[in-house]
């Protein structure tokens, strides 16, 4: 389901596979109890442009590859982040108009689009599925997908989740039913705190949050490599701000510098590592971790990327997650970033 054919942005020939997308934070943040949103201002070049892009982003991801690689500066816009601990949030957001773009996996988003949050799919992301996973207690009787049968399994962040399908992909895998499970949703700072403390026995999560449990001493059972997860994901634009000339504009621009970015973080590994540390205060091992796992891609939303995540959206309906089930193909807008 890599697709590794097509070109972007109009100014590449080849695709990158990078390593881009690993999400920071602290541990204090990671084991806070609260959710919390927030913008803060990037520099720009002081033009005095009207447009202002107000850039959605989950756990300073996409904020900590922009200010490491410095691919931001300099915009003829103004540029306001919007931060959140998940997607759901994030889309809450876009759909207030508080965020113009967006940044999630595959099922968060067609989660979005079933609530019928205006935004359209303006680029596709690629990595190798390794960042999410389900993570049991080092001594936890769970040896294998099988053995969760009759267990409850911890989803985060919300109904929806890339974690979710990886739980209803291997349960489908194993002969097992989505009812053989007991599904709790917590956010992930919320899940954190509880499997740190042994409240929780079984845990299906993602980024930093997966490095940090199997950090503390948390057991792999299984994650989304070997096609478990499609691996894609997306960055959205609201209909709103595609509506706009200016900002649709600023919003190419930001794709383009974010080619540049997932460009250097390709060259720069460890220096990209080092800012994820620095910045974020994650360790030295978990900032690696992060880096080794996301290897990742910037694409145009073509039609092998449209089938995949369709499929996805096609699994999630089956066992009652998604409804209504959002045709992909309906909510893409593929003039930003061309084959």
Not at 80 to 107: H, I, R
Not at 160 to 181: F, K, M, P
Not at 276 to 288: L, P, Y
Request: one cysteine or more; a neutral charge; hydrophobic letters at 40%.
């Amino acid at each position: 389901m890599n697709d590794r054919n097509g070109t972007h942005l109009m100014t590449r020939t080849t695709p990158r596979t990078v390593r881009a997308l690993g999400a920071a934070l602290s541990l204090a943040a990671l084991l806070a109890t609260t959710a919390c949103g927030g913008s803060s201002e990037a520099a720009s070049d002081g033009s005095g442009s009207s447009v202002t892009l107000t850039i959605g982003d989950q756990a300073k991801n996409l904020q900590t590859l922009f200010n490491a690689s410095g691919a931001l500066k300099g915009t003829s816009y103004k540029v306001k982040w919007a931060e959140f601990e998940g997607a759901a949030p994030l889309f809450q957001a876009v759909q207030a108009g508080a965020a113009d773009t967006s940044y999630a996996a595959d099922l968060p988003t067609l989660q979005a689009l079933s609530g019928g949050v205006p935004v359209k799919a303006v680029g596709a992301l690629h990595n190798d599925g390794t960042h999410t996973g389900i993570v049991v207690r080092g001594d936890s009787s769970v040896r294998s997908v099988k053995d969760l049968k009759g267990k409850k399994v911890v989803v985060s962040s919300a109904k929806g989740s890339i974690a979710e399908y990886l739980l209803a992909h291997v349960l489908e895998q194993a002969g097992l039913s989505y009812d053989d499970v007991r599904v709790q949703y917590l956010l992930p700072t919320d899940a954190q705190a509880a499997f740190t403390s042994g409240k929780i026995e079984v845990w299906a999560t993602f980024g930093v949050y997966k490095a940090v449990a199997e950090q503390q001493g948390g057991r792999l059972l299984v994650n989304g490599a070997d096609g478990r997860v499609s691996g894609y994901g997306f960055i959205g634009a609201s209909e709103k701000a595609l509506a706009d000339r200016g900002k649709k504009a600023a919003i190419a621009d930001y794709l383009r510098r974010l080619d540049e970015a997932l460009a250097w973080s390709q060259k720069n590994p460890d220096d990209y590592a080092k800012a994820i540390q620095q910045n974020n205060g994650a360790s030295a091992e978990i900032a690696k971790t992060l880096v080794s796992q996301s290897n990742s891609e910037l694409l145009p939303v073509n039609s092998q990327v449209v089938e995949a995540v369709q499929r996805v959206g096609d699994t999630m309906h089956g066992i009652g997650v998604l409804t209504p089930n959002p045709t992909v193909a309906d909510h893409v807008d593929t003039s930003l970033i061309k084959e």
